[in-house]
């Protein structure tokens, strides 16, 4: 049985193949979801928001090997956005709009088995995060 992080590789393998960027549609269709405040993410430089996709996946890789990078997590991305003014269903959204679009781009590659990978991982982040964040924005 592949760990997670291989089934998560072969995600973004696949991606690459089908030559498809997923930060761009994420990023879009975050915008349109409720529970985002358009004005913190207006805000932000829409470069920046693109990569803030790339940085998500590859946090998400170091959960999956188990390295997940909690002293970045909790000194620098939750306070950062603590201070832009997100809060905690801001993260909920943003993942479940990332988890939305690989279902829908990777298509039949998104079996149970990948699906649960990337939901495992995502849900560990979203544990750690939620233990950082500011009480206020919660
Ligand atoms: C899920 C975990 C998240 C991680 C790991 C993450 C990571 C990052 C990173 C690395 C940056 C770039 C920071 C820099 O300028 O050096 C960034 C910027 C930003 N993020 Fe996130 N982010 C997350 C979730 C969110 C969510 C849910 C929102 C909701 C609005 C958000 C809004 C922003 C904004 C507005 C910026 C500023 C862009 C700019 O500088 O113009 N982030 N994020």
Do not use: C
């Not at 049985?1 to 590789?9: E, F, I």
């Not at 039949?108 to 649960?116: G, L, P, Y």
Request: negative net charge.
């Amino acid at each position: 049985m592949p760990s997670d992080y291989q089934l998560m590789l072969a995600s973004l393998d696949k991606l690459a193949d089908q030559n498809v960027d997923i930060a761009p549609l994420v990023s879009q269709q975050f915008m349109t979801t409720d529970s985002v405040d358009l004005q913190v993410y207006a805000d932000g430089n829409a470069l920046q928001l693109e990569y803030m996709v790339t940085k998500v996946v590859e946090m998400l890789l170091f959960f999956a090997q188990g390295n997940p990078r909690q002293t970045e997590l909790s000194y620098y991305d939750v306070p950062f956005h603590d201070d832009l003014g997100v809060t905690w269903p801001m993260y909920e959204g943003y993942m479940q709009v990332m988890l939305s679009v690989l279902q829908n781009v990777l298509g039949d590659a998104w079996d149970e088995n990948t699906a649960r990978a990337w939901h495992k991982q995502t849900d560990a982040m979203l544990k750690v995060i939620r233990q950082h964040i500011q009480p206020l924005s919660a």
